[in-house]
């Protein structure tokens, strides 16, 4: 299994981004996928998930009502559709894998792949 995230970059406060997270192996269906962010000096964060179950979904309060996750099956792709992005949300960007019947979670040590993270820059 490998992961890639995709879609960072730089934006005023107030813009938005569109992350990817394109899955390379078997079993894309069964997994829950996160979104986690890593700003300079802090602990990774849990921002999203999204269970194998599409009804399922969560976030962090911290981007509630302005970040979106969405997967499609088909192309093994996971989107996180950020928006009225602040300089609080600049970070390393990863996603993950989570292979549960369950929902999804936002704790980094329940997912077992990760792929290569992708800069998020917000400037005020």
């Known amino acids: 299994v490998q992961l890639q995230a995709s879609g960072g970059g730089f934006v005023q406060a107030g813009g938005s981004l569109r992350l990817s997270c394109a899955y390379s192996g078997s079993g894309f269906e069964y997994m829950s996928i996160g979104w986690f962010r890593q700003a300079p000096g802090k602990e990774r964060e849990g921002t999203s998930c999204i269970s194998r179950l599409p009804a399922f979904t969560e976030y962090a309060e911290p981007v509630k009502g302005r970040y979106t996750i969405s997967r499609d099956n088909a192309k093994k792709a996971v989107y996180l559709q950020m928006n009225n992005l602040q300089p609080e949300d600049a970070a390393i960007y990863y996603c993950?894998?989570?292979?549960?019947?369950?929902?999804?979670?936002?704790?980094?040590?329940?997912?077992?792949?990760w792929g290569r993270g992708t800069q998020v820059t917000v400037s005020s």
């Open positions: 993950a894998s989570q292979d549960t019947a369950g929902h999804c979670m936002l704790t980094a040590n329940r997912y077992h792949y």
